[in-house]
């Protein structure tokens, strides 16, 4: 059932009811709930877009989408369907807990879920899809956005960025759309011209740069900044290629060009690497989402080693995990940047949580304009600011367009 039919048909007599029940008692009254399904398919094209759906007894279901990941689309279908059948979906912080292990669980089959959960991997992002549509389900059953299920917002729209290949397609794009900020990247395109002036032609990360590549990589972002000024904000996309020498040389020369962020000079699996980059450099330092959990952020705040955080919610560990790493970082006065390559869907669920925490700086919508992406769910358009507005509709605030979703599934995968 997509969104127009059911707001249209059997959701009006459902809310009507709900409210009906909540007025009589004085109170809201949450509806009895009880999982019958929980399904996640694989899509051709684009990043292979996954998104989970859970189904009811009662006929409600809710949508969550998880990303950068092999196989968690398996643990979904074979474990958690087993795990969550009778559960019910309105009790999300009971269903987290047990995730975790909290208690003895059925999850059709070995091993214990204490042994298979870790800080990251196909396991924590098949835990954030289905959080993500557990908590798109109990805005539909109680006819409120996600945000006002966390809090309730402090803003009513947000501001994004998204990615520019070139100066001239940044130029349009700021032009067009009123962008108040871009990401550029020198992989975001053929980069193999820089990446082969290397002392091992063709190897990408770990990189120790040579003078000609640590000039490549300055002139680029240098070019940007010519083209756009400083009214428009830039970051600086190094993905991890770089060795901590590497990155620190990067992030020392591009200094004089400002950039809003220098994003993953090295790996997040050091911390100390990180903080020495940050403590001998002047550019403000961002990572993220390849760090997992408030446990795996906890040692870069407690370090000050990261400058801004760009947790993805899509596989950090859902919604609600991301604002409790948003809180835990406003502890320690660092902003939060959430990463984000899903599609609109998604991203929408991302905005909810930048909607309700205090240290927002900005989101971003990597596929924007890109086709593989937006054809799968309804539109989700920024304003004339170049903002994206937090819905305001039940749940998430955004559905599937069925159509294209069953004309790129995976053939093994049975259909939403």
Same mark, same amino acid.
């Given at each position: 059932?997509?969104?127009?039919?059911?707001?249209?048909?059997?959701?009006?007599?459902?809310?009507?009811?709900?409210?009906?029940?909540?007025?009589?008692?004085?109170?809201?009254?949450?509806?009895?709930?009880?999982?019958?399904?929980?399904?996640?398919?694989?899509?051709?094209?684009?990043f292979?877009?996954?998104?989970?759906?859970?189904?009811?007894?009662?006929?409600?279901?809710?949508?969550?989408?998880?990303?950068?990941?092999?196989?968690?689309e398996?643990?979904?279908?074979?474990?958690?369907?087993?795990?969550?059948?009778?559960?019910?979906?309105?009790?999300?912080?009971?269903?987290?807990?047990?995730?975790?292990g909290?208690?003895?669980?059925?999850?059709?089959?070995?091993?214990?879920?204490?042994?298979?959960?870790?800080?990251?991997?196909?396991?924590?992002?098949?835990?954030?899809?289905?959080?993500?549509?557990?908590?798109?389900?109990?805005?539909?059953?109680?006819?409120?956005?996600?945000?006002?299920?966390?809090?309730?917002?402090?803003?009513?729209?947000?501001?994004?960025?998204?990615?520019?290949?070139?100066?001239?397609?940044?130029?349009?794009?700021?032009?067009?759309?009123?962008?108040r900020?871009?990401?550029?990247?020198?992989?975001?395109?053929?980069?193999?011209?820089?990446?082969n002036?290397?002392?091992?032609?063709?190897?990408?990360?770990?990189l120790?740069?040579?003078?000609?590549?640590?000039?490549?990589?300055?002139?680029?972002?240098?070019?940007?900044?010519?083209?756009?000024?400083?009214?428009?904000?830039?970051g600086?996309?190094?993905?991890?290629?770089?060795? &901590?020498?590497? $990155? #620190? =040389? +990067?992030?020392q020369?591009? %200094?004089? !060009?400002?950039?809003?962020?220098v994003?993953?000079?090295?790996?997040?699996?050091?911390?100390?690497?990180?903080?020495?980059?940050?403590?001998?450099?002047?550019?403000?330092?961002?990572?993220g989402e390849?760090?997992?959990?408030?446990?795996?952020?906890?040692?870069?705040l407690?370090?000050?080693?990261?400058?801004?955080?760009?947790?993805?919610?899509?596989?950090?560990?859902? &919604?609600?995990? $991301? #604002? =409790? +790493?948003?809180?835990?970082? %406003?502890? !320690?006065?660092?902003?939060v940047?959430?990463?984000?390559?899903?599609?609109?869907?998604?991203?929408?669920?991302?905005?909810?949580?930048?909607?309700?925490?205090?240290?927002f700086?900005?989101?971003?919508?990597?596929?924007?304009?890109?086709?593989?992406?937006?054809?799968?769910?309804?539109?989700?358009?920024?304003?004339?600011?170049?903002?994206?507005?937090?819905?305001?509709?039940?749940?998430? $605030?955004?559905?599937?367009?069925?159509?294209?979703?069953k004309e790129?599934?995976?053939?093994?995968?049975?259909?939403?």
């Open positions: 059932m997509d969104r127009r039919s059911f707001v249209g048909g059997g959701a009006a007599a459902f809310y009507a009811a709900l409210l009906g029940n909540a007025k009589a008692a004085g109170t809201s009254r949450a509806p009895r709930l009880r999982i019958r399904e929980v399904r996640a398919i694989r899509l051709r094209g684009g292979n877009p996954r998104f989970v759906r859970i189904y009811t007894e009662e006929g409600l279901t809710g949508t969550g989408e998880f990303v950068d990941t092999m196989g968690a398996y643990i979904i279908n074979n474990n958690f369907n087993v795990m969550l059948k009778g559960r019910d979906p309105l009790e999300i912080q009971s269903i987290l807990a047990d995730f975790n909290y208690r003895r669980i059925n999850l059709g089959g070995p091993p214990s879920v204490v042994f298979i959960k870790g800080n990251g991997g196909p396991y924590l992002t098949a835990v954030s899809g289905v959080e993500m549509a557990l908590w798109d389900l109990a805005g539909k059953a109680l006819g409120l956005p996600i945000h006002q299920l966390l809090g309730g917002k402090i803003r009513d729209r947000v501001p994004v960025y998204l990615h520019a290949a070139n100066p001239k397609e940044g130029r349009d794009l700021v032009n067009r759309l009123k962008l900020a871009l990401k550029v990247g020198l992989d975001y395109s053929n980069d193999d011209w820089s990446i002036k290397g002392f091992e032609k063709g190897k990408r990360f770990g120790h740069l040579t003078n000609n590549q640590v000039d490549d990589t300055v002139n680029f972002f240098a070019g940007f900044r010519k083209e756009l000024g400083l009214d428009t904000e830039l600086l996309e190094l993905h991890a290629h770089y060795d &901590l020498e590497g $990155g #620190l =040389k +990067i992030c020369q591009v %200094e004089q !060009y400002r950039p809003l962020f994003e993953e000079p090295t790996t997040s699996d050091n911390v100390e690497s990180m903080l020495r980059i940050r403590n001998n450099s002047r550019v403000p330092i961002a990572a390849n760090i997992y959990t408030r446990a795996g952020f906890r040692p870069f407690e370090k000050q080693a990261l400058s801004i955080i760009q947790p993805d919610f899509t596989k950090a560990g859902g &919604l609600m995990e $991301g #604002l =409790k +790493i948003a809180a835990m970082a %406003e502890t !320690y006065n660092v902003a940047a959430p990463h984000g390559v899903c599609t609109p869907l998604g991203t929408a669920g991302i905005n909810h949580v930048c909607a309700v925490m205090p240290n700086l900005i989101q971003e919508f990597t596929h924007y304009e890109n086709k593989q992406f937006t054809e799968l769910c309804e539109p989700v358009k920024l304003d004339a600011d170049g903002c994206l507005a937090v819905s305001n509709a039940p749940g998430i $605030g955004v559905e599937l367009n069925e159509a294209a979703v790129r599934l995976e053939p093994e995968f049975k259909m939403l």
